[in-house]
């Protein structure tokens, strides 16, 4: 039994492993919003709602963190102070607590359950990532430090130039963010849904079978 425990342990690390390499790899596949450029899309917290679902919150942080982690560490965060990696560690343990906070109220398979489900996490998650970037995301991207460092001049024509009206700062914030975290939380879920029965059936039987084939060596 305890070989058979060991087995388990290094498996799940391994596949941790994997996991935090994946997540890295679709940061780099990113998909610009058409509204606001510099801004893009990734599918890396599919990685992180895999890891929620199979292993839990806690091991769904350390790749979420391992992944923003690797991505700087490669060189390949190119946004200042790194605050775009920053950005993503926080999209993907946002999105993760959410999940598990509400699946474990709201926790049917029905369309309506599944349903209330998207809308409030994908709520959350924007006002949170919103919040984020108000504060200090779009301050630090913009050479500063914290909002008050931008507040004075920092408009919607900072983010989409040659609009026909302007927005202050704040009233530009939730203008570009809430829709854009909104879409990003959208397509995450949607393709997690789409992809995470199967997939997940898959490892779970995998993981099943190689465990029997543990203790049998035994």
């Known amino acids: 039994m305890k070989n058979a425990t060991s087995f388990k342990e290094t498996k799940n690390l391994i596949l941790l492993g994997v996991f935090i390499a994946l997540g890295t790899i679709l940061m780099l596949i990113e998909i610009p919003y058409p509204l606001v450029p510099f801004l893009k899309f990734d599918l890396s917290e599919l990685i992180v709602l895999l890891t929620v679902e199979l292993f839990g919150l806690i091991p769904a942080i350390m790749v979420a963190f391992f992944k923003s982690l690797l991505n700087i560490m490669l060189g390949l965060s190119a946004t200042p102070m790194h605050i775009g990696s920053i950005t993503a560690f926080i999209a993907s343990v946002t999105l993760a607590f959410l999940y598990v906070i509400i699946k474990k109220y709201i926790s049917g398979s029905k369309m309506g359950q599944k349903t209330l489900r998207f809308v409030l996490v994908i709520t959350g998650f924007s006002l949170v990532l919103t919040i984020c970037n108000y504060l200090f995301i779009t301050p630090i991207y913009f050479g500063?430090?914290?909002?008050?460092?931008?507040?004075?001049?920092?408009?919607?024509?900072?983010?989409?130039?040659?609009?026909?009206?302007?927005?202050?700062?704040?009233?530009?914030?939730?203008?570009?963010?809430?829709?854009?975290?909104?879409?990003?939380?959208?397509?995450?879920?949607?393709?997690?849904?789409?992809?995470?029965?199967?997939?997940?059936?898959?490892?779970?039987?995998?993981a099943k079978h190689k465990r029997v084939s543990s203790v049998i060596a035994k």
């Open 144 to 206: 500063g430090l914290w909002f008050t460092d931008v507040i004075e001049w920092a408009t919607l024509d900072s983010f989409i130039p040659g609009l026909p009206f302007n927005l202050g700062y704040g009233a530009a914030i939730a203008f570009v963010y809430i829709p854009f975290n909104a879409l990003k939380g959208l397509i995450v879920l949607g393709v997690y849904e789409l992809i995470s029965p199967r997939l997940l059936t898959v490892l779970q039987v995998s």
